[in-house]
Nanobody, 131 residues
Framework: EVQLVESGGGLVQAGGSLRLSCAAS??????????IGWFRQAPGKEREGVSSINSSDGTIEYADSVKGRFTISRDNARNTVYLQMNSLKPDDTAVYYC??????????????????????WGQGTQVTVSP
């Protein structure tokens, strides 16, 4: 059974940094192809894609709102994907979710930032950025 568990959220002042982790189980980063994406949902807003990484070719995508500030990476030994978030703004306040898909043949975009491309979801971690 595939499971994704996020951690690393918290309260930080504007301009600060946080690193989120998405620990995956039920498949192996060393053996299986996958796409892992990060999404966020602020109160009263729809969930939006933030970043994604495709293991088969290493391609990465970022939403325009986070380019230059956020960095996605992976650690195969830990079966974990990270989202390093720098220069945080109050607008980054949201619940952050990681999502995964293993059937890459069904993915229409190599590094999707849309919810319907993903099959597995974590429970989310809260990120709050104070002014």
């Amino acid at each position: 059974e595939v499971q994704l568990v996020e951690s690393g959220g918290g309260l930080v002042q504007a301009g600060g940094s946080l690193r989120l982790s998405c620990a995956a189980s039920g498949f192996s980063f060393d053996v299986d192809d996958y796409v892992i994406g990060w999404f966020r949902q602020a109160p009263g807003k729809e969930r939006e894609g933030v970043s994604s990484i495709n293991s088969s070719d290493g391609t990465i995508e970022y939403a325009d709102s986070v380019k230059g500030r956020f960095t996605i990476s992976r650690d195969n030994a830990r079966n974990t994907v990270y989202l390093q978030m720098n220069s945080l703004k109050p607008d980054d306040t949201a619940v952050y979710y990681c999502a995964g898909v293993l059937d890459l043949a069904a993915v229409t975009s190599g590094v999707p930032l849309v919810e319907y491309e993903y099959d597995y979801w974590g429970q989310g971690t809260q990120v709050t950025v104070s002014p």
